[in-house]
């Protein structure tokens, strides 16, 4: 895998000149400035669980398809980070690769943090137009454990169920690894999560690998991009969250995301990019396929029925 992008950038025609003589340029400066951001180190934890994410669904068609991504979860002094791998990735080798955040923003994974700040789950997601940052309380998970065991990733297993947020979850935990934590925002048993079901089988975590190493637990502030400034020049953007309560934020998500034009344009909830900003960013992942972009937040071009992690 490259670790520089192959990037391009779509304008408007008023900006067809300018674009020709500086294209170099401003690709060199892009991939600089796009990978700047207020960045606070807030723990070191000394490993990471990665852990591989389905959610069955639908397409534009209503044809089933199982989507699926990986995450990488850390953990220090009770702040848990669980996020995209690719981010993850990212953090450990530098450079930005915005494309491969595609299938985060399509299956609408974000970065969450819980107990950061302090009895708090913090969650960071895109959603175009805009960067979001949603906060809600901690919430202690009531388990009931029971007798069904299952070996997992190599790991002895034990299960549990509980009732989070709407959604029933039939989990497997293993005490070999005292950490008790999980991917997204499931936590609280006596050991790590190694698989986490919800009652409908609709989501579905699974525990991919277990490595031992001390890495940053990063907290992002804000990003700075670089854009046209609508004058026929560029220049470099701080790109802020927008932040909301997570209740105000899931009921957002559900009235945009659950509309049934949301599967034939993912966009039609807000302006056109190129008529609202005047450029889109294009840019290519790893496989190879094109993801066009705004300031770093992705344009969703093959939609999947939304399936909601959390119900209330």
Known sequence: MADSPCYTLTITPKYQTFMQKILVTMMALTLTIAAQAQRDTIGVSQFTAIYRYECKTTDADGQPVTDSMYIAVQSSGGITKSFPYEEYVRQKKGGSRIADGYLAAQMHMGTIFTNYPEGRITTQEMLYP???????????????????????????????????????????????????????????????????????????????GFHQEDTPIIFTQYVNWIAPDGHGKFAAQRVDYQKMKASKFLAYKKKVLGNSRYLKDPTYYAPDPMTAFGYVENSFNSSGDNVRSVAGVVLISNPHKYQPLELK
């Open 130 to 208: 805009y960067r979001y940052m949603a906060d809600e309380p901690l919430e202690k998970q009531k388990w009931t454990l029971t007798d069904a065991q299952d070996s997992i990733c190599g790991y002895a297993s034990q299960s549990a169920t509980t009732k989070y947020h709407g959604l029933t979850w039939n989990v497997y935990y293993t005490e070999d690894v005292p950490a008790s934590i999980g991917p997204w925002k499931l936590g609280g048993l006596p050991g790590l999560i190694t698989k986490a079901t919800d009652a409908k089988g609709i989501h579905t975590f699974t525990l991919y």
